[in-house]
């Protein structure tokens, strides 16, 4: 079985299509056309990617076909750019931080303005909100 044939076994397993495949790996959908017509082969970083998003999945399976003690076992992820953002409230004082010299601190005016919400935006596509409770 070749490279190509396991990836459209872990498609099939997962009941995925290649385009849900190729946005959970996170490749373009014409990468994953270009292998399954066997125009291309896939790149190690195509792999690498394949191997991240199933932890599961054999590297040596993957790459040769070659079953390892445990079979693998293949289950749809979730999809983490679908996933909807989680509220946090943070209390507390952070240990890590260090007070700084009043030397290094600059002075701003302040103004009546109240932060409502902080929203951080990750790279893989997911975010969390921050919620000012106050």
């Known amino acids: 079985m070749s490279i190509v044939n396991r990836i459209k076994q872990l498609m099939h397993d997962s009941e995925l299509s290649a385009a849900a495949f190729s946005d959970i790996i996170g490749v373009q ?45 293949f289950g749809i992820i979730q999809d983490k750019k679908a996933a909807t953002p989680r509220e946090t409230e943070i209390t507390g004082t952070n240990p890590r931080t260090k007070s700084t010299p009043q030397a290094n601190t600059i002075h701003r005016e302040t103004s009546n303005k109240v932060v409502e919400h902080i929203i951080v935006c990750y790279k893989d596509g997911t975010s969390i909100t921050y919620l000012n409770k106050n």
């Not at 292998?35 to 599961?56: Q, T, V």
């Open 29 to 73: 959908r014409s990468s994953i056309s270009h292998i399954l017509s066997e125009r291309n082969k896939p790149s190690l970083d195509f792999i690498l990617k394949i191997l991240h998003a199933y932890p599961s999945v054999s590297s040596e399976w993957l790459l040769k076909g070659i079953d390892s003690k445990s079979p693998p076992t």
